[in-house]
């Protein structure tokens, strides 16, 4: 675990840093709630979790003081505690996903906020839907009464130079800018939610406004799911 006085300056640093278009989402994938607590406490407003387990137990201490981003792969049998749990869903990669969260938030009386996972390299292995198909996507998902799309999220493939990304993050720009001129209805194309510790640079400079970051601020993960 990092000091945890490092954690509050490099939250510190990277909120300096960022331009005031953009917000920080904190990436706390085997983080425990302490160490969010710190990056809260520092001026994290948005926490970004993986598994729906990790986000359960850090709630009880921490659920009040941010707002809770879920940005790992969703399965059909956890919608029902994501749509609990968070306030915006940001990997949406099919209507069927799509169709579950609507039917859970509609006995809520709830809608859920999403952003619709682009797979910008088209990467066999990860989620995502293929730039090919997003805007058609985007349109199906616009009919359900309690999803709300409120934009795009890539990963891109991982590269050790962040300016390789850069092709994946123009690319996913390109479709984020064309979805939002056709004005489709109850679709509001806010949230571009790309670049990692190494890339939010580059992302940054091709129109992201949303950075999710982890290792930047609590240092490397000890382990990995
Ligand atoms: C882990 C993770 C991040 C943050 O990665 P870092 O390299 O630690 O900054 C961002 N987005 C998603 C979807 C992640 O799973």
């Known amino acids: 675990m990092m000091d945890n006085s490092t954690i509050e300056k490099n939250v510190k640093r ?17 983080r425990n709630a302490e160490e969010i607590e710190r990056a809260i406490r520092a001026g ?9 387990q990790e986000a359960e ?11 809770w981003h ?15 749990l968070f306030d915006m869903i940001e990997t949406i990669d099919s209507f069927k996903i799509a169709v579950e969260i609507d039917k859970r938030c509609a006995r809520l009386s709830k809608t859920m906020d999403v952003l ?3 797979n910008s390299g088209k990467e066999p292995q990860k989620s995502g839907v293929i730039p090919e198909e997003v805007e058609q ?22 590269f050790g130079n962040p300016e390789d990304s850069r ?16 004005n489709i209805p109850n679709v509001e194309m806010r949230y571009l939610s790309m670049g990692m510790s190494n890339s939010y640079k580059v992302a940054i400079e091709e129109g992201t406004n949303l950075v ?14």
Do not use: C, W
């Open 44 to 52: 994290v407003k948005i926490i970004g979790e993986n598994y729906i």
């Open 57 to 67: 137990s850090v709630y009880p201490l921490v659920r009040e003081k941010a707002s």
């Open 116 to 118: 619709v996972e682009v």
């Open 70 to 84: 879920f940005i790992g792969h969703l399965q059909k049998n956890k919608v029902k505690k994501a749509v609990n």
């Open 14 to 30: 990277i909120l300096s840093e960022l331009p005031s278009n953009v917000k920080l989402v904190a990436a706390a994938k085997t």
């Open 167 to 182: 092709p994946y993050f123009k690319l996913t720009k390109k479709i984020f800018d064309r979805i939002s001129i056709l």
């Open 137 to 158: 996507l985007v349109k199906q998902i616009s009919s359900l009464e309690h999803i709300r799309i409120m934009g795009l999220m890539t990963m891109g493939p991982r």
């Open 212 to 225: 999710r970051i982890g290792t930047k601020i609590f240092g490397e993960r000890v382990y990995e799911k």
